[in-house]
């Protein structure tokens, strides 16, 4: 809706929050059971108390948010050709820029909050906006209590239209918007009076409005012809050229809801209960007394003094014509009883297994049986959100992508990224590294976290289901799925190099100077490859120092080395393990000539072939 009016605005806000009373009631509801700011108040008493027990639902929240968010999402670019070298090189240079922008946004704290959204009111918005500074998209999370989004089908999470709401106050107002503030002001206004901020999106333009009257009156009794309670602060054009806006909802009937809506009213009854269980016993600590008179005794019982004077003060209290008698209050048996069976009632409600709160049920035997009812009452739920934000995440990237080319598509950016899996320098262009927005989101195995992610990956490694690499790759320890290969590659050679020195010195094929020597250059800094290397050479120098035969004549034969030079020598290897260069034998015009005296001595003439001085 291009060119919307103030009006107009108004008027949607209104209709919305008409529609949306009963779920934005509830969430009122969820956001005061969270911050603990609910009263129980105790009928017959003039008196309303805090809850006394333990707030299952914030901790089944927080839990089960965190849960969620223990492990972040992969992301995937593909290339559009992928037998193209280059056009590889843009598909991964378009997952690096996307994870260089959630790094960015500084995703994982925004997930945190989206997360406890999502699971206590059943959406979890965001809006994609340029972040005109740094030059790249930002990510801003809305409270779902504040979001009025144009009705859709509830699996679409891009409505057409969204206006958020938030209260200012008119100083604010003249202190940011001196023009609008002339436009609201009133011989009557006070600088402290109340602001409604309407901000509407599309996919054509944002506006801010400003606004004097609450959305009902808005409703009911704005004029149309008013334009001085109302006024526009600020306008500009959606250069993405789709809606900036994504609101991901929790899977229901037929309107949002919480995952633990149902625990709110068995935490009151649980929390009344357990305040008159308190008065019961304050009340058998400091009972109630009664004047009871003698019987036959037609005078009134009286306090002398006309107060009764606590027996704290040291004071008598005097009494004539009767006695005093506590009045006894205990509680019922069956309290303690009650008060355990509802919040058994709101575990059930709200699948809270007891481990949450650090504790294990009284039927749990075995670590594995615990382990199968803790994934049994919060697997499923944890694996549904997870892949509602992973669907969500697709959507917000393509908004992303658009924002970044709608605002800075032709400039070239450069900066570092620090994510798993793409750590080092990005260089990108929207415009061109951007030819497509497909990307694809996922989290490693749905539905378990990360206290449970390395279990199932080890069996799954160690099953032969799945590979080292695919393991190094979901483990969320590994931030570099290569190195950490060739890091382990490496330490395996040195866990050999380390079997075969001490087989050396266990046999006594390497000298103990040899290793003494080690031992100094270790520990002079250098690494034990380096030092091993030293000494061998040193070794060999010593060797080849020793006089050796002449050589024989003629240049050596490639790949050999002339007798008695240093890398003949076997150094601190034993002298068959090969590790010298191979000694340089004669040339091949001197091994022809030994040959033919060879064979001339053979076929001699008559000659005898037996030993000299032999007789007949």
């Given at each position: 809706?291009?060119?919307?009016t103030?009006?107009?605005?108004?008027a949607?806000?209104?209709?919305?929050?008409a529609?949306l009373?009963?779920?934005?009631?509830r969430?009122?509801?969820?956001?005061?059971?969270?911050?603990?700011?609910?009263?129980?108040?105790?009928?017959?008493?003039?008196?309303?108390?805090?809850?006394?027990?333990?707030?299952l639902f914030?901790?089944?929240?927080?839990?089960?948010?965190?849960?969620?968010?223990?492990?972040?999402?992969?992301?995937?670019?593909?290339?559009?050709?992928?037998?193209?070298?280059?056009?590889?090189?843009?598909?991964?240079?378009?997952?690096?820029?996307?994870?260089?922008?959630?790094?960015?946004?500084d995703?994982?704290?925004?997930?945190s909050?989206?997360?406890?959204?999502?699971?206590?009111?059943?959406?979890?918005?965001?809006?994609?906006?340029?972040?005109?500074?740094?030059?790249?998209?930002?990510?801003?999370?809305?409270?779902?209590?504040?979001?009025?989004?144009?009705?859709?089908?509830?699996?679409?999470?891009?409505?057409?239209?969204?206006i958020?709401?938030?209260?200012?106050?008119?100083?604010?107002?003249?202190?940011?918007?001196?023009?609008?503030?002339?436009?609201?002001?009133?011989?009557?206004?006070?600088?402290?009076?109340?602001?409604?901020i309407?901000e509407?999106?599309?996919?054509?333009?944002?506006?801010?409005?400003?606004?004097?009257?609450?959305?009902?009156?808005a409703?009911?009794?704005?004029?149309?012809?008013?334009?001085?309670?109302?006024?526009?602060l600020?306008?500009?054009?959606?250069?993405?050229?789709?809606?900036?806006?994504?609101?991901?909802?929790?899977?229901?009937?037929?309107?949002?809801?919480?995952?633990?809506?149902?625990?709110?009213?068995?935490?009151?009854a649980?929390?009344?209960?357990?305040?008159?269980?308190?008065?019961?016993?304050?009340?058998?600590?400091?009972?109630?007394?009664?004047?009871?008179?003698?019987?036959?005794?037609?005078?009134?019982?009286?306090?002398?003094?006309?107060?009764?004077?606590?027996?704290r003060?040291?004071e008598?209290?005097?009494?004539?014509?009767?006695?005093?008698?506590?009045?006894?209050?205990?509680?019922?048996?069956?309290?303690?009883?009650?008060?355990?069976?509802?919040?058994?009632?709101?575990?059930?409600?709200?699948?809270?297994?007891s481990?949450?709160?650090?504790?294990?049920?009284?039927?749990?035997?075995?670590?594995?049986?615990?382990?199968?009812?803790?994934?049994?009452?919060?697997?499923?739920?944890?694996?549904?959100?997870?892949?509602?934000?992973?669907?969500s995440?697709?959507?917000?990237?393509?908004?992303?992508?658009?924002?970044?080319?709608?605002?800075?598509?032709?400039?070239?950016?450069?900066f570092?990224?620090?994510?798993?899996?793409?750590?080092?320098?990005?260089?990108?262009?929207?415009?061109?590294?951007?030819?497509?927005?497909?990307?694809?989101v996922?989290?490693?195995?749905?539905?378990?976290?990360?206290?449970?992610?390395?279990?199932?990956?080890?069996?799954r490694?160690?099953?032969?289901?799945?590979?080292?690499?695919?393991?190094?790759?979901?483990?969320?320890?590994?931030?570099?799925?290569?190195?950490?290969?060739?890091?382990?590659?490496?330490?395996?050679?040195?866990?050999?190099?380390?079997?075969?020195?001490?087989?050396?010195?266990?046999?006594?094929?390497?000298?103990?100077?040899?290793i003494?020597?080690?031992?100094?250059?270790?520990?002079?800094?250098?690494?034990?490859?380096?030092?091993?290397?030293?000494?061998?050479?040193?070794?060999?120098?010593?060797?080849?120092?020793?006089?050796?035969?002449?050589?024989?004549?003629?240049?050596?034969?490639?790949?050999?080395?002339?007798?008695?030079?240093?890398?003949?020598?076997?150094?601190m290897?034993?002298?068959?393990?090969?590790?010298?260069?191979?000694?340089?034998?004669?040339?091949?015009?001197?091994?022809?000539?030994?040959?033919?005296?060879?064979t001339?001595?053979r076929?001699?003439?008559?000659?005898?072939?037996?030993?000299?001085?032999?007789?007949?």
């Amino acid at each position: 809706m291009a060119n919307i009016t103030d009006a107009q605005i108004i008027a949607l806000y209104a209709e919305r929050e008409a529609q949306l009373g009963p779920v934005m009631a509830r969430m009122r509801m969820v956001m005061n059971q969270s911050n603990g700011d609910i009263i129980v108040p105790l009928p017959d008493m003039d008196r309303a108390d805090k809850p006394a027990v333990a707030n299952l639902f914030k901790q089944a929240l927080d839990q089960t948010a965190a849960r969620v968010v223990s492990l972040m999402p992969m992301l995937e670019c593909p290339a559009l050709k992928p037998h193209i070298g280059k056009s590889q090189d843009l598909a991964d240079q378009r997952r690096k820029a996307i994870l260089g922008w959630w790094d960015a946004n500084d995703l994982p704290r925004r997930m945190s909050r989206r997360a406890r959204y999502f699971v206590g009111y059943g959406s979890s918005p965001v809006v994609i906006s340029p972040d005109m500074k740094r030059g790249i998209p930002q990510w801003h999370v809305r409270n779902p209590l504040t979001t009025f989004a144009a009705p859709t089908d509830p699996d679409d999470m891009c409505p057409e239209n969204v206006i958020f709401t938030y209260p200012k106050t008119l100083g604010w107002v003249q202190a940011n918007y001196p023009q609008a503030f002339m436009q609201l002001y009133s011989t009557n206004a006070k600088a402290s009076d109340r602001v409604d901020i309407m901000e509407y999106t599309d996919c054509d333009e944002t506006v801010l409005l400003a606004t004097t009257k609450s959305a009902s009156q808005a409703y009911e009794n704005w004029p149309m012809s008013a334009p001085n309670r109302s006024a526009r602060l600020e306008q500009f054009t959606n250069l993405a050229k789709m809606p900036r806006v994504i609101v991901p909802g929790r899977v229901t009937l037929d309107r949002l809801t919480g995952q633990f809506d149902g625990m709110i009213p068995l935490f009151t009854a649980r929390a009344k209960a357990m305040a008159l269980n308190l008065l019961a016993v304050e009340k058998g600590i400091f009972p109630d007394l009664a004047l009871v008179g003698y019987p036959n005794d037609s005078n009134t019982p009286t306090i002398v003094g006309g107060e009764w004077k606590d027996g704290r003060s040291g004071e008598v209290n005097v009494i004539q014509h009767g006695h005093v008698e506590p009045v006894a209050l205990n509680p019922g048996f069956a309290t303690t009883g009650l008060l355990d069976r509802l919040e058994q009632y709101e575990r059930t409600e709200g699948s809270v297994p007891s481990e949450y709160g650090g504790e294990s049920g009284t039927n749990i035997r075995t670590g594995r049986r615990g382990d199968a009812v803790m994934q049994a009452a919060v697997s499923f739920p944890i694996a549904e959100a997870q892949e509602t934000f992973a669907s969500s995440l697709e959507a917000e990237n393509k908004v992303a992508i658009a924002v970044a080319k709608g605002w800075f598509g032709g400039t070239a950016k450069s900066f570092y990224v620090n994510w798993k899996g793409a750590k080092g320098q990005v260089e990108y262009t929207p415009n061109i590294t951007f030819e497509t927005d497909e990307n694809i989101v996922t989290f490693p195995l749905a539905g378990l976290d990360a206290q449970n992610l390395a279990i199932a990956i080890q069996t799954r490694v160690g099953s032969g289901m799945m590979s080292k690499d695919r393991g190094r790759v979901l483990d969320p320890m590994v931030d570099d799925p290569r190195a950490e290969e060739e890091q382990i590659n490496v330490e395996n050679l040195q866990q050999a190099f380390m079997t075969w020195i001490d087989q050396g010195i266990s046999q006594g094929t390497i000298a103990g100077d040899e290793i003494v020597r080690m031992i100094v250059l270790v520990q002079q800094g250098k690494g034990l490859d380096e030092a091993y290397t030293t000494a061998q050479a040193e070794a060999q120098a010593r060797q080849a120092s020793v006089p050796a035969p002449p050589a024989p004549s003629g240049p050596p034969q490639p790949g050999t080395a002339p007798p008695g030079s240093p890398p003949t020598m076997p150094g601190m290897n034993p002298a068959s393990a090969g590790a010298q260069v191979p000694v340089s034998g004669p040339p091949q015009g001197l091994m022809n000539i030994a040959n033919l005296l060879s064979t001339l001595h053979r076929t001699g003439s008559g000659a005898p072939s037996g030993p000299p001085g032999g007789g007949q």
